[in-house]
């Protein structure tokens, strides 16, 4: 952790801070600094007062998931350090955070549900990150910057710029793998499904912007769930949110065997009488190499590196290219129209591409400038769907009927582009595994009962059970693509089309259009169709491919 002018620095004295930012909240209701967020919002904001909106499970959400939409300042410090215990009973420090709050993480002590101490205090506003100042993100006011020795003041809200990158980061992930597939298993045709899922997930983003500018609190997905249907709205949505993000973490294990035992496919490893072969060994140090990053107490360092990921997916697609036309491999199938067979499976491969709604809410609420949202999305949807469309043709074009479940394992072993790929799809989950599954680790460390939450030997145990658990599913599943389009039908399916059109009829009852509630329930209905018909495929082919 930093040393101690460091840590003395992190300490700002919590009471001017919160009698100033009250300050500025009044201010900014009285000079109408929320000017550039749409009227709608501004409505509903003078009609609703701030409230209590939740001191339940989970409150960590919002550090967590903060990661995918900021890049705070590194600092490497594991778990149950001196440092950690004599400052607070937390697991992660401060730098989760957005705005870079002192080091206390009063979540793991609380109990799950509010305390009546809590709700006697009705002055402070709490929500899912409850450490939090009760300033209200989407003001147009700044805060003066906390700043540590050896770091230069860094700012609380994300440019347009920044807010792209990041979108771009969630959205464009190990999806892209996956695409020429996704058209090997639907045809030509079931590129439309590409197109129409980018252009309902943009819709529904939008959605999920108007539940969070209905009324003050509201700052995460959970939020949105609660204000939608209470605390079991708000328990059903975390859950399916963090069995995403597990799911996530499973794909990431296939992902690093699959890719690594393609390049080293005689390896394996014989103890006694009982022999690993490459998949099962890859899969294994894979493990092992990722499970210190979840024990890691500061994942700033690899939020860092993580952003690099939109990086290493335009070269993974670069390299794709440059195989099919530099290194002339060539296009050599015109494909099939339409395989309605297995057309559910390519459903599922289509919709996981769009998975970046847990997310979006973050990145909303750091936006300097809110009004720029809708052009953030669009730029988003945009550009990663050219992306997706542009590999899976080109994809599909070049290896045809013989198309693996990831295109860099079709990729010729010999070229040079081939290796560069590879390389970078191996190492790039070593950087997003621990940020993946950190969510889910702090949201189950919460529920440590208070009177043995400062034994830290628990946060790392239950992030171990998590790492060795992946690696035990990964390996019973071995099936990149089916696994990803189980998750893309039923997990993708609920986040990004279901639930922000159901959270977004019931939060704004009255208020809407007949135009907007006829399309939210025909989106609600494509979903629960798509989740249906793909999951069932999904799960037959699992069950197909386990029993053979």
Known sequence: MHNSVSEQSFYIDESEEEDDEEKQFDKGEDDGNDSDTSNYSNDNRQQSKPNSL???????????IDLYSSVPSPSIT???????????SSFLSSSLTRRHTPEIFPSVSKPLLPTLEDEQKPHQRRSSHSLLPPLPSRRGSVRKPSKVSHELPISRQSSFGQAVVNGINVLCGVGILSTPYAVKEGGWAGLSILVVFAVLSFYTGLLLRHCLDSQPGLETYPDIGQAAFGTVGRFAISIILYVELYACCVEYIILESDNLSALFPNLHLSLGGFVLNSH??????????????VWLRDLTVLSYISVGGVIASILV????????????????????????TTLPVAIGLYGYCYSG???????YTSMEKPSQFPAVLLTCFGICTLMYAGVAVMGYLMFGESTLSQFTLNLPEDLVATKIAVWTTVVNPFTKYALTMTPVALSLEELI???????HIYAILIRTALVISTLVVGLSIPFFGLVMALIGSLLTMLVTLILPCACYLSILRGKT???QVSLCILIIAVGVVCAVVGSYSALYKIVESLSS
């Open 357 to 363: 709604h847990a997310v979006f809410p973050n990145i």
């Open 317 to 340: 697609v670069l390299c794709l290219f440059w195989v099919g036309l530099v290194d002339k491999v060539g296009f050599h199938t015109k494909g099939t129209t339409l395989n309605l």
């Open 513 to 515: 259009t007949r135009f």
């Open 280 to 293: 099962h060994l890859f899969a294994l140090l894979a493990t092992i190499a990722v499970l210190p990053t």
């Open 54 to 64: 939740n001191t339940t499970w989970p409150q960590s959400y919002r550090q967590s």
């Open 449 to 455: 009962p208070s009177n043995i939450g400062k034994s």
């Open 78 to 88: 594991f778990l149950g350090t001196p440092t950690l215990s004599r400052l607070s």
